[in-house]
């Protein structure tokens, strides 16, 4: 993808502070992190989101990126692994990525809200779900 800002940087067009490199995969400290050390995984092939990706390719960056949580892990008090996936899920670069963010004690980072629903509710969309996988 000659547009995507992931492509250029696995080509060294553009500069990245690379954490970990291999054949497939490309691990880069994010230019604009949660907390310092905050870490993006990436496959080298361009996939826009977990539904295109490969399940080899997929499988090979999972490995990385548990290496990398593992390290990113070591400098941290957690972690929180995050991937999105379109738009309205936050996804800002249509190259799929997993993120790897440090967090500190005090870091004043909150989880997501929890919500509540009714128990129809959560049948139906139970159903719906189970009926995807089918």
């Given at each position: 993808m000659n547009d995507c800002i992931f492509c250029k940087i696995?080509?060294?067009?553009?500069?990245?502070?690379?954490?970990?490199?291999?054949e497939n995969t490309l691990a880069f400290l994010d230019i604009n992190p949660i907390n310092l050390g905050h870490t993006l995984v990436i496959p080298k092939?361009?996939?826009e989101n977990i539904?295109?990706?490969?399940?080899?390719?997929?499988?090979n960056t999972m490995k990385v990126l548990q290496k990398v949580a593992?390290?990113?892990?070591?400098?941290?008090?957690?972690?929180?692994?995050?991937?999105?996936?379109?738009p309205a899920a936050g996804q800002i670069v249509n190259h799929i990525h997993f993120h790897v963010i440090?967090?500190?004690?005090?870091?004043?980072?909150?989880?997501?809200?929890?919500?509540k629903y009714g128990e129809a509710e959560i049948k139906e969309t139970l159903g719906k779900i189970r009926k995807n996988l089918e």
């Open positions: 696995i080509s060294q067009e553009i500069p990245s502070e690379i954490v970990y490199e291999d092939q361009h996939h539904f295109d990706v490969p399940e080899e390719i997929l499988n593992r390290s990113v892990d070591e400098i941290s008090d957690g972690i929180n692994v995050g991937q999105n996936n379109r440090p967090r500190f004690e005090k870091d004043g980072l909150r989880s997501w809200p929890g919500k």
